[in-house]
């Protein structure tokens, strides 16, 4: 006989083999979110990328972010923002991977407070510095101008959306 329990256990695994993790009621997957994470998270994450496993807080001249990169080439990153007198902060979730010719790429796939039509957001930025402690990228600024972004590992992050939306392994110290 199978219990209520059982029964609700089995169709959450098969909603996470389907969709990717079960996540916060608010948190908006974009429409293919499944495909792109068993793309990305099929193939592994190479020598180079391992480096960047782990907790970065970084920022440039537009933003400020805290990202965990997992080893299966998954994220979760908290974006802070400000523009003039506004300012807002955001959770969100992806896949991320360096390919060989040096671009760093990062996709945003899912989003707290998103709605229905939220799409998958795809960045590239070139490699210009890897190290065990600090991450150095350069892309193109709204106006084509370089914008230097400058990431250092840490061992806690500072920002408040984590403890709503973070996983226990981005939480922990």
Do not use: C
């Not at 782990?54 to 920022?59: L, R, T």
């Not at 007198?85 to 969100?92: I, P, V």
């Not at 957001?121 to 190290?131: G, H, M, N």
Request: glycine share 8%.
């Amino acid at each position: 006989m199978v219990t209520l329990r059982t029964f609700l256990f089995s169709i959450l695994a098969a909603l996470t083999l389907l969709n990717g993790p079960a996540f916060a009621d608010d948190v908006i997957a974009a429409r293919g979110a499944k495909l792109w994470y068993s793309s990305r998270t099929s193939k592994g994450v190479s020598d180079g990328e391992k480096k960047l496993i782990g907790k970065w807080a970084g920022k440039n001249e537009q933003v400020s972010w805290e990202m965990f990169r997992k080893d299966d080439g998954t994220y979760e990153l908290v974006l802070h923002e400000v523009d003039g007198e506004k300012s807002w902060t955001d959770y969100l979730r992806g896949i991320w991977g360096i390919r060989p010719d040096g671009t760093y790429y990062f996709t945003d796939l899912e989003m707290a407070g998103a709605d229905e039509n939220f799409e998958a957001t795809a960045f590239e930025e070139k490699v210009v510095r890897l190290s065990d402690d600090e991450f150095v990228t350069v892309s193109d600024d709204d106006e084509g101008k370089p914008l230097q972004s400058i990431e250092k590992r840490v061992a806690k992050f500072e920002m408040d959306l984590w403890e709503k939306f973070g996983s226990a392994e981005a939480k922990s110290p």
